[in-house]
């Protein structure tokens, strides 16, 4: 076996894992060999806030066995592209014919006073970050009824931190900058409906509500006792989440000299500057967008395995739909779908359905005879045929129908 038929990729979570599954199913006569930073066993990180909420156990996470061409524990520390070389923290090198960054994204954390010492860059005891199953299984076990936790954000990771912790017993209070919560995905009268809901779980909500500080106590280590705002106003805490949203990891594209922006910087065949390496999922940017979700990550992928062996198809973008369950009060469900442009331009025409009594929001923008957004709130029976009329970008001549019930039927 030569170094150009072997295939080394950084990172063994969804993407990477997918790319080397869906590659080494297509029988070439190239090895395949991921290098995965966590020693758990592959997880699916969208599932997590379900296991902080205690509905799954963690094994329920898992990925498929990749089997011997994941190593896990081990954490690629530079790329040296002259000898088409990966060096692993454990001394090991791996060389490569075609190398592939999956390397993922990690979590923001905000310039918060009282966050770090001036000596060293560890968190107080009782502050998470919410990325990993680590982050997850430590916030579970410092949940219990009665704790007062403080989740600063309130973006999709945020408000699924916060409904998790709420489940435990914990007396949450979720603190936003902007003006509404997922401002991002959701339109006003969703966020507000998304807001009470919220509200009905027991978590206090504060929006326009900037975080200057944390207060800790003790010495080595230090704890969190509470989290100051900008007017001056003092939270207790216990538990502090930071869900202040993720950033895609370029250190080593970076050091390794390619071309990084927002993210690794990826043309149509996911190739980055130097055309031996790939990047896919979290850590890359397509056409000036990094999109940080599942959904794009599989495709990328899917693609990429399919451009290594001959296939003509190139990635020309991902429509990607966020979805999200929140468990309610007497356990009815509330689930929540956005995908597009959710909130209307001038001129766009909005068709909107709401039920006060079931507590449903649908809404879809219109830019001519197309579809280019929507929001749906407490029951979802239509967003599969909403989806795929987006998708395929279709001519939509009675809006009406897709927003009842039987519209994909």
Request: with cysteine; net charge neutral; glycine share 12%.
């Amino acid at each position: 076996m030569t170094s150009e038929q072997r295939v080394v990729v950084i990172g063994g979570g969804l993407a990477g894992l997918r790319f080397a599954a869906r590659l080494g199913a297509r029988g070439t006569d190239r090895t395949v060999t991921v290098l995965g930073e966590e020693t758990h066993a592959p997880y699916n990180r969208v599932l997590l806030a379900e296991v902080l909420a205690g509905r799954y156990a963690p094994e329920v996470t898992a990925l498929p066995d990749p089997g011997p061409v994941l190593r896990r524990g081990v954490r690629a520390v530079r790329v040296d592209r002259a000898e088409r070389e990966v060096h692993c923290d454990d001394g090991s090198v791996e060389r490569y014919g075609t190398l592939v960054l999956a390397t993922g994204s990690n979590p923001v954390l905000p310039p918060l006073r009282g966050l770090f010492t001036p000596e060293g860059r560890e968190l107080p005891d009782g502050v998470h970050a919410f990325r990993t199953m680590d982050d997850c299984l430590a916030l579970a076990a410092a949940s219990r009824p009665g704790v007062r936790a403080v989740v600063i954000g309130g973006g999709l990771l945020g408000v699924s931190a916060a409904r998790a912790l709420a489940a435990r017993g914990a007396q949450v209070v979720l603190a936003q900058q902007a003006e509404r919560l997922m401002e991002r995905q959701l339109d006003a009268d969703a966020s507000a409906l998304l807001h009470a809901h919220l509200t009905t779980l027991g978590v206090e909500i504060h929006t326009r509500c900037r975080v200057r500080g944390l207060t800790t106590a003790g010495a080595a280590p230090r704890r969190v006792t509470g989290v100051e705002l900008a007017d001056g106003y003092r939270l207790d805490a216990d538990l502090v989440v930071l869900a202040c949203g993720v950033r895609p990891r370029t250190g080593l594209a970076q050091a390794a000299g390619l071309e990084v922006r927002k993210g690794v910087v990826v043309d149509d065949r996911l190739r980055t500057s130097d055309p031996r390496i790939h990047a896919v999922g979290d850590c890359a940017e397509h056409a000036g967008r990094v999109y940080g979700l599942a959904g794009p990550a599989l495709e990328q992928a899917d693609a990429l395995a399919d451009a290594l062996t001959g296939s003509p198809a190139g990635y020309t973008g991902t429509r990607a739909l966020t979805r999200l369950t929140l468990a309610a009060a007497g356990d009815r469900p509330f689930d929540l779908a956005s995908f597009g442009e959710p909130v209307p331009l001038p001129g766009d025409d909005v068709v909107r359905l709401a039920d006060a009594t079931r507590r449903t929001y649908r809404q879809v923008v219109l830019r001519g005879d197309r579809l280019v957004g929507g929001v749906l709130l407490g029951e979802l029976s239509t967003v599969g045929a909403l989806a795929r009329t987006w998708e395929g970008d279709e001519p939509l001549h009675d809006p009406f129908h897709l927003l009842t019930d039987d519209g994909g039927h």
